[in-house]
């Protein structure tokens, strides 16, 4: 069955134009020549979707996301994907990394056996693309509001549990400070994985051999990640330096006001592009609840007693306040505040969308509305709301 989008402006591809007639078969975008089932477009299209005085942008793709609605990805469980799939899609996400903290290797293994098993699996919302291990691997001095009792050097001891799961993790967060993390850097890489530097107390020496190694990507510009200092009397950039001025790597803001502010987002603009530059919503599993200052008693698997979250003011915090927690924020949100701050409309779509895909090497099947690419679309009103989600052809939010 053929599906024709018509009217509204396609945003795609760093462009804005009038759609043409957008086509959908088999959950596939398609040219007229390419569309040959019932309804093909010569016949005429079965379905008509109105999306007249809407944006049509490619799905958008959360690459770094814990949770919602007091679900996480380290629950690893059929409900909690499905919460957070489903929470996701509400905001125009058609595909998720799910994101899991620092916690005890054991753990770890275990949501990378349940992704695994998951793999390939429909969920009624956003797609389920892989893991992001963001610890235990990270540096003390640079942890965040990660727990630092569980975290771990970089021996190859203490990542080879996680090597036979390199399929199910699509990203993995490395602290590139030491010897052994280029060796768990060349480790992954090798094996397809996305590597992260992130969380760390590094500075251009370790930062070379690391990207030398394999490493791509940084998590979470500006927030938990080395700048620089001095070196036996010398100045060296830290990781955030290097991540705007190294064109190997690219990176990943939270645009929320609280982790980055627009002067932030409009530096990294400057110095990466929209090719390179990513928002995420590092949404933590506090996000998505009703608005207003609450305190959370939080569980991690493995881990006795529970943590302290407070939502103060739109963020998440641990409990003196001291750090943020992980925002509360989703992408669509992102999207809106980038554009307010001054990033052109359709370089901060590629940011959710081509931008992502490319991070996690999946941008021949998503990431644009190219035909012979998923049919993973959202609909947006001039205000950049979402009013409607479709995923592989179906939709899958409405609002």
Known sequence: MITKIKGGRIISGKRIYDNPGLLIEDG?????????????????????????????????????????????????????????????????????????????????VRCCRFMESQQGREWKGARVLGLHIEGPFLSIQNKGAHRAEDILSCERKNYEPLLPFAGAIKIITVAPDNDDAIGMIKEFAGRGVTVNGGHDYSYETFIDRAIDAGMTHTTHLFCAM?????????????????????????????????????????????????????????????????????????????VPGSHTILVDNGVAKLPDRSLN?????????????????????????????????????????????????????????????VVQTIVGGKTVYRA
Not at 287 to 292: E, M, N, T
Not at 364 to 379: E, F, H, P, V
Request: aromatic residues 6%; negative net charge.
């Open 325 to 385: 927690a992980g925002s509360i924020t989703a992408v669509d949100a992102m999207l809106r505040n980038a554009v307010s701050w001054g990033i052109p409309l359709a370089h901060a779509v590629e940011m959710v969308t081509g931008a992502p895909a490319r991070v996690i090497r999946e941008y021949s099947r998503m990431g644009s509305l190219d035909a012979g690419k998923l049919a993973d679309i959202t609909l947006l009103n001039p205000a950049l709301d």
């Open 226 to 302: 080395s700048g620089w200092r001095w070196t036996n009397g010398k100045k060296y950039f830290g990781l955030t330096e290097c991540a705007l001025e190294d064109d190997r790597l690219s990176v990943e803001l939270i645009a929320d006001g609280h982790h980055t502010n627009a002067r932030m987002v409009r530096l990294a603009y400057k110095a990466k592009g929209p090719d390179r530059m990513c928002l995420v919503s590092d949404m933590a599993e506090v996000g998505g609840l009703p608005p207003g200052d609450a305190v959370y008693e939080l569980r991690t698997p493995g």
């Open 28 to 108: 596939m975008l398609c040219s007229g020549r390419e569309c040959a089932g019932p309804g093909s477009a010569e016949a005429g299209p079965a379905e008509v979707i109105d999306a007249a005085g809407l944006y049509i942008t490619p799905g958008f793709i959360d690459i770094h996301t814990h949770g919602a609605l007091m679900k996480s990805f380290h629950d690893g469980t059929a409900d909690s994907y499905q919460t957070i799939s489903g929470f996701q899609a509400s905001h125009g996400v058609t595909s998720v990394v799910g994101a899991t903290s620092t916690m005890p290797i054991p753990e770890v």
